[in-house]
């Protein structure tokens, strides 16, 4: 984050303090701007940067202390939501056998409500750490190496390219042993021993 600032007055940090409190609550930088008496949004949001900057992980500690604090509220207020609808949408049937039934007629409304608290649980538990790492392993047929036609693929390129060096560099040799004055290739007769 870079070295703690050694100049702050006593005026500074009152209004780094104001900021983080508004921050906290939730204010745009353009409001804590005006609020607090920056020039623009980039004044305020610059102050936040370095008041977090002085307080460092107590900061970063009281951010996720904050954020828990609003997830909470989020929550507490969806799930006011949904028993009130539940209340207000629940009929009792009776089946045949005279067993009483319950049914719910969700709206749309609250059926989006739904879906807000289950973003709410997602970002709970992922900014308290409660969900456990995904880790997946992969493995071929019996435990072994996976083998996919790509890995084949690109096996049989490769042989290709190495059987076309061979050649090319065959041909290379070729023409180095071509004489220079004839550009005719040396005829090379085997060597035949005789019996003696």
Known sequence: ???RPTNLTPETAAKYREVIRLKRDGLTFDVIAERVGY???QGAFEAYRAALK??????????????????ERLWQSALTQLLAA???NTEEVVDA???VQRRVHYSPDVENAIAGAVNVSR???GLLGLDAPKQMEISGQGGGPVVTDVGRMFQDRMDEA??????????????????PDTGLYPVV????EEEP
Not at 162 to 175: F, K, S, T
Not at 189 to 192: A, G, H, L, S
Request: zero cysteines; proline letters at 4%.
């Open 54 to 71: 002085w307080w460092g992980q107590e900061a970063v500690q009281e951010s996720r202390v904050i954020e828990n604090e609003r997830l």
């Open 189 to 192: 007769k085997p060597i035949v």
């Open 123 to 125: 970002n709970k538990r």
């Open 1 to 3: 984050m870079g070295p």
């Open 39 to 41: 020039a623009s949004r």
């Open 97 to 99: 056998d005279g067993n």
């Open 162 to 179: 190495q059987r076309l060096l061979d050649e090319e560099d065959a041909r290379a040799a070729l023409e180095a042993a071509k004489t």
């Open 86 to 88: 539940e209340r207000e």
